[in-house]
């Protein structure tokens, strides 16, 4: 299992930035918190050397093993005990087609950092087939994902993810139990995925628009974020929300409100906006 970074130091070409993770204690613990079973097909992204996928392939009745990085391929299938019930594929995690998994998958992976957003909302375009994910991330990341409204970490993330999952931060791990270490500590989330919406999203495309534009002027109102909206304070108002909130005061339920009551006035950004980053 490894944290992946871009670069490489010492002289030694690593295009994939690897830092493994061999502390046995601290990967038992990833497996206790995926709470996979041998009734499981476990999917696991940068398997590195394979040292959870040993584990995982103990546990789970089946393991898929997502490797980007050609060279690792065959010291993975040298480190893994002959066994049936692991497949090894080469591919980019983030562009899979995890459509052609049979059946439903949990998923656990030690997400590389520099694409961490990308591949867990790819990931969850297939929310239907995964009931769970324990993804061990950057901690500052992590705190985003899990943060609650009315906290600095509270943002476009926060709520994004949390539209279609219950993440919990489960614990943290230090730089040093990677090899080499890392620039930065990480912390494992164990997600709960919803197969279907707990909320009752009318325009999921114009939600999340609405959630990038109010962050990107948190320290605003939330009325002056989202002015740029056709009908903004007339959805606040229908919704119950405080204009003079900021963006972090509001909850994902109050997000899906004002996104909601904007829909149905059939109003829309005006005039069209380009979101940023």
């Known amino acids: ?74 010291r993975l299938k040298e480190n893994l005990p002959a066994s049936e019930n ?18 439903r998958f949990r998923v656990v992976a030690n997400i590389p950092y520099n694409i961490t957003s990308p591949l867990i909302f790819r990931l969850l375009q ?12 950057q901690k500052e990341v992590a705190r985003r994902i899990v943060a609650s409204p009315g906290t600095k970490e509270y943002g476009a993330l926060s709520v994004s993810v949390q539209l279609y999952t219950e993440p919990v931060l489960k614990f943290t791990v230090s730089r040093k139990a990677f090899s080499p270490p890392p ?23 114009m939600l999340l628009k609405l959630v990038k534009t109010a962050f990107s002027g948190r320290r605003k109102m939330i009325a002056n974020s989202l002015r740029v909206f056709e009908g903004i304070k007339e959805a606040l108002m229908e919704s119950g929300i405080n204009p003079a909130l900021r963006p972090e005061n509001l909850s994902v339920a109050d997000y899906v409100r004002l996104t909601n009551a904007l829909t149905a006035a059939g109003k829309r950004c005006n005039p069209p906006l380009r979101i940023p980053g």
């Open 1 to 74: 299992m490894r944290c992946t970074r871009t670069g490489g130091r010492g002289g030694v070409r690593r295009p994939f930035g690897q830092h493994f993770l061999f502390d046995p204690n601290i990967l038992a613990k990833i497996i206790d918190s995926s709470g996979i079973t041998s009734r499981d097909t476990v999917v696991e992204i940068g398997p590195g050397l394979g040292s959870l996928t040993r584990l995982l392939s103990e546990r789970a009745g089946r393991v898929i093993a997502i490797e980007i990085d050609k060279r690792l391929i065959e």
């Open 86 to 103: 692991v497949e090894i594929i080469t591919a980019d995690a983030v562009t899979f087609p995890y459509d052609t998994i049979e059946g």
């Open 126 to 137: 297939y929310r239907e087939k995964i009931p769970s994910m324990t993804l061990l991330l």
């Open 183 to 205: 620039e930065v500590d990480s912390a494992l989330v164990h997600f709960r995925v919803h197969s279907s919406p707990v909320f009752d999203i009318k325009d999921e495309a």
